[in-house]
């Protein structure tokens, strides 16, 4: 507990973070998030005398991939400056504690920081009018949790897209009547960092922006940061160049697919999709889903798991009925044979009733 | 968490539930037509034929549909402009590669397709045409008079469907999956009027001139 009293600049040289490996994250995050070369010493003066927050990381419907993308990166890297930077007072994984003790303190860290702990989801949650019973941690439903620790909390970030959009608990049908954190949270910041998992300069790159500044990053109509989610995969790929020349890979060991052309045909949603990894990549930088031969699922989006079969073309549609075609056309069929039929019947009528008249016939009348 | 109001839950929207709508009116109406017209035949000729109905009948269908000299003269624009606007439209539906993708995904049938920038300089001289098309209408005091809301209403839905495509393609409406749905929402508007304006014309045309032909070609008269 101690540790938080301290600034970000005097736990990291505790902790042996030399000046210049602090100042390198400062230019790398200014860089990520497109800031003027001109803020990175106010961001480095800024982090150095920053307070280090409290962070209470609740995981809920979640596979735990969210933490492992973060943790699991290539030491050391940004991302392991960025966990000395908080105080991480409540994780499920990375804490020791457990049962009560775990428990015990998060209520502690929610009572010590009211009002200005950062709150971190990871995973969906059943909503208010679904069973509680689906997911509960130490006996407390989700929804009571995230309730009750919303609370006191500054800002709200969902880290991943089961938090962000409900991801696939969500998934039709949804057993377990998932929502997002964004369905429930209205009256605070919030920040949702999408991606199953998200890149894990992004999450770091939120926590830098709102740790340097006080405030969190700007947003786009998903609330996810613009400074990553800007950008859509299709117009930052570097295999973009061959869509562009109508070279397209068909099946995934063909000429096309070894020459490293365009994955469209083969299903990429890179073009509706928003996300940091063409220009971020993984794995420190050494490649990512596209550079490694296979479409982009489009993971960063609300409802990619219903959003029709991966590996059909972005163009196809989701679901298309062919017995619904057939019946309509069938009907179709059927009510124009019958229209015809009475058109037929009706001349034939007339021409049965038809009484001829002679033109002298006629004359007679007059 | 997406609803109707949001880009992803508009495209899914206009990809899943209206797609399936549209289509069934489509193939509903078009057989309804197609059946009506073919089912209701014509009166038994009993005269005897003096020479076949199928090769004048099929040289028909080419004779009219390349421009004869004479309605060049009459009407160039429109023999120019109609043709390249005709031709644009069907070469952007039928051999750009996502639309390839589309009918293959559907019928599982494919063919080649053209790189993706031609396709998008013949899909501007299309637009261009298009709205050619409409000045044309509008200022022809004879064809002015004769347009009625059909034909408007026909032109908006074709060069809308045509517009949307070069936006998305081009990406010039953000985010990307609103400009898709748009385009396909247009699409499948142009799919549900098909069958009951004059757009039905894609699919009687061919069958008319055809049968043109053929009477001629049973009356031993040049086709």
Known sequence: ?366 | MTALTDPMGFLLFTKGPLFNIAIAIFALGLLARLAEILLLGRRPNFAEPRAGEWLPGLRTVVTRTLPDPGTFKRAPFNVVTGLIWHIGFLVALLLFIPHIELIKGLFGVSWPGLPNPFVDLVTAVTLVALAATLVHRLNHPVKKRLSTVEDYLVWTVTFLVVLTGYLAYNRLINPYPLALGLHILSAELFLIILPFTKLTHIFTAFIARWYNGASFGRRGVQS
Not at chain 1, 96 to 103: D, I, N, P, S, T
Not at chain 1, 310 to 327: E, I
Request: aromatic share 8%.
């Open chain 1, 1 to 366: 507990m101690t540790a938080k009293k301290h600034s970000v600049g005097e736990h990291l040289r505790d902790q042996g973070v030399s000046r210049r490996a602090f100042l390198k994250f400062c230019t790398a995050s200014a860089s990520l998030m497109a800031l003027p070369p001109g803020l990175i010493p106010a961001m480095a003066a800024a982090l150095e005398q920053a307070r280090r927050p409290s962070v209470i990381w609740l995981s809920f419907q979640e596979c735990t991939g969210c933490t492992e993308s973060l943790t699991r990166s290539h030491a050391p890297t940004v991302e392991d400056l960025i966990l000395e930077m908080i105080s991480l007072d409540y994780h499920h994984t990375l804490q020791a504690a457990a049962g009560e003790a775990a428990e015990a303190a998060r209520e502690q860290a929610m009572k010590d920081n009211f009002g200005n702990y950062l709150l971190i989801v990871d995973g969906s949650l059943p909503g208010p009018d679904a069973n509680p019973g689906y997911s509960t941690i130490a006996g407390v439903s989700n929804y009571a949790m995230l309730m009750e620790a919303v609370e006191g909390a500054a800002a709200v970030i969902a880290v991943g897209t089961c938090a962000a959009f409900g991801g696939l608990p969500e998934a039709a049908p949804n057993p377990t009547g998932a929502v997002a954190v964004m369905d429930l949270i209205k009256d605070k910041p919030l920040v949702n960092v999408s991606g199953c998992p998200p890149v894990p300069m992004v999450i770091s790159g939120v926590l830098a922006h709102y740790l340097a500044f006080g405030r969190l990053p700007e947003l786009d109509e998903y609330h996810r940061p613009l400074a990553f989610f800007g950008q859509s995969i299709h117009d930052r790929c570097y295999r973009r160049p061959f869509y562009d020349k109508g070279l397209f890979a068909e099946t995934f060991d063909d000429e096309g697919a070894r020459a490293g052309w365009c994955l469209y045909r083969l299903g990429c949603k890179g073009p509706s999709t928003y996300n940091a990894c063409a220009t971020m990549r993984w794995n420190a930088g050494t490649s990512w889903p596209i550079e490694a031969g296979h479409p982009c699922l489009g993971c960063s989006e609300p409802r990619f798991w219903d959003a029709g079969s991966f590996y059909a073309p972005l163009s196809v549609p989701t679901d298309l009925s062919s017995t619904q075609v057939l019946t309509a056309g069938a009907a179709g069929a059927l009510v124009g044979g019958t229209v015809a039929t009475l058109a037929r019947r009706t001349v034939e009528t007339a021409a049965a009733s038809r009484q001829p008249v002679t033109a002298d016939e006629l004359e007679q009348t007059l």
